[in-house]
């Protein structure tokens, strides 16, 4: 599976943008899908996971009620809509593929449990 994330960019604080997270290779329309993000000199980061029915979403607590994780498996691609951007947003945003048959947050939230990564999309928010 390649994954590649677009979308990223600079932006005001206050503003929004839309990453998306396209697939080829194969089809991860039966996957989980999670995006992490990853600030210069710091950890990557979870950010948000969807199962693969779109029925359930899990978000890490800084972004909650701000971004919404979203796809589309005729299209094989994930977005992530991100509302009301802060400074502290800012960094590469990388999605990744989960094929774990569970959506559980006991380890969504950790970047280990992940299979396939994409290259990164950079996103800056100025204040």
């Known amino acids: 599976v390649q994954l590649q994330a677009s979308g990223g960019g600079l932006v005001q604080a206050g503003g929004s943008l839309r990453l998306s997270c396209a697939a080829s290779?194969?089809?991860?329309?039966?996957?989980?899908m999670g995006w992490f993000r990853q600030a210069p000199g710091k950890e990557r980061e979870f950010v948000a996971a969807?199962?693969?029915?779109?029925?359930?979403?899990y978000y890490a607590d800084s972004v909650k009620g701000r971004f919404t994780v979203s796809r589309d498996n005729a299209k094989n691609t994930v977005y992530l809509q991100m509302n009301s951007l802060k400074p502290e947003d800012t960094a590469v945003y990388s999605c990744?593929?989960?094929?774990?048959?569970?959506?559980?947050?006991?380890?969504?939230?950790?970047?280990?449990?992940?299979?396939?990564w994409g290259q990164g999309t950079l996103v800056t928010v100025s204040s």
């Open positions: 290779g194969r089809t991860v329309s039966s996957y989980i």
């Open positions: 969807i199962n693969w029915s779109a029925s359930n979403t």
């Open positions: 990744a593929v989960n094929r774990r048959t569970s959506f559980s947050s006991s380890y969504l939230n950790t970047h280990t449990s992940y299979d396939y």
